[in-house]
């Protein structure tokens, strides 16, 4: 019997590489890896539905399930997860020295519905009182003029998105004072060039995080693992095959990065990082499958509908395939 070949698109990190290179065996799967950028899976996958599996924005996702014609459906494998207090970046001399300031401001983004950026909103909103509406949102490129939403959106009337000025980019703009602030998931350029007059609005980003972390116990989820829904229905099996697999390459990560022996991430004190991650958060922090984790989505889904990215308040259970909502157990 020949295995079943389809092509996986994901990101090159630690929990998926023993797919890569062969150490995890989907079962029954013949993959075709594909390594690339989320801005370019994902644009391939909403636009074009160019790979069988794919690792997906959690809100474009979540837009095409409450409109109706999702082309993927959703496993419950988490391959991006972060807290975004990492992720507002804002000028230094615009009198913002706190998140309430950012009301009156100009914050540019890439794209009004990244993730990222449905986290923040709601984060900033919840904790801090400020609304998407107190803020004009100036969309553009980062670093080259111009990018298309992947998924049009039609946003509450008292929330107002301007372009960036044809020709502008938001690091320069940012560089320059143009807007007041940058929120999401990659940093700014000019921040990572050291500009004297650019920084994060939280200082202590890992000290934010772990406080809303012990108030909440959300570790936000960023990406889910789609298939395509004919090929899911056309081969039931596979998506708690994919499940297993991908659960299996993080179990293989996590152990690597316990092994203390020598270090396998090119970073110091990750001993010392992970030992502080699993006091607060238990010994397996990156947790894939729905148990555990409907809170995290239904907190997120809450803000997508609010924020009127969805028009409709989808359910947990809407986002994922029958068949990995819930597993065996000996």
């Known amino acids: ?97 706190q998140p309430e300031d950012l009301k009156g401001k100009r914050i540019g983004i890439a794209e009004y519905q990244l993730s990222a950026n449905v986290w923040l909103r709601g984060i900033l909103e919840e904790d801090y009182g400020v609304k998407p509406s107190d803020v004009t949102w100036v969309r553009g490129g980062m670093d080259t003029p111009g990018r298309p939403e992947k998924i049009k959106v039609d946003l509450p009337s008292d ?23 940058f929120i999401g998931p990659r940093w700014p350029r000019c921040f990572a060039e050291g500009h004297p007059n650019v920084g994060r609005l939280f200082s202590d980003s890992v000290g934010a995080a772990e406080d809303y972390y012990a108030r909440t116990k959300i570790f936000p989820i960023m990406h889910v693992l789609g298939i395509r829904r004919s090929i899911a229905d056309a081969h039931p099996w596979l998506p708690g095959a994919l499940l297993k697999g991908f659960s299996q390459a993080k179990a293989l990560a996590q152990e690597a990065l316990q092994d203390t022996s020598a270090t396998k991430v090119t970073m110091p004190f990750v001993e010392d990082n992970l030992n502080r991650a699993q006091a607060l958060m238990g010994t397996d922090p990156w947790t894939y499958g729905l148990p555990g984790n409907e809170h995290v989505l239904d907190r997120f889904l809450s803000y997508h509908h609010a924020q009127g990215l969805s028009p409709r308040r989808v359910s947990v259970d809407e986002l994922f395939h029958s068949a990995t909502r819930e597993a065996y157990s000996l």
Do not use: C, W
């Open 1 to 97: 019997m020949t295995d079943l070949s389809i092509s996986i698109a994901m990101g090159n990190y630690d929990r998926t590489r023993a797919i890569v290179d062969g150490r995890v065996k989907i079962d029954g799967v013949d993959p075709i890896p594909m390594l690339l950028s989320p801005e370019e899976m994902f644009f391939r996958a909403f636009r074009h539905q160019a790979f069988d599996v794919s690792e997906l924005s959690l809100s474009s996702y979540s837009i095409s399930v409450a409109r109706g014609d999702a082309h993927y459906v959703a496993i419950p494998v988490f391959l991006s997860r972060a807290f975004r207090h990492t992720s507002v970046y804002i000028r230094t001399d615009k009198g913002i020295d």
């Open 159 to 181: 929330v107002e998105v301007i372009a960036a000025p044809e020709g502008a980019t938001l690091n320069q703009m940012l560089a320059d004072g143009e807007i007041d602030g």
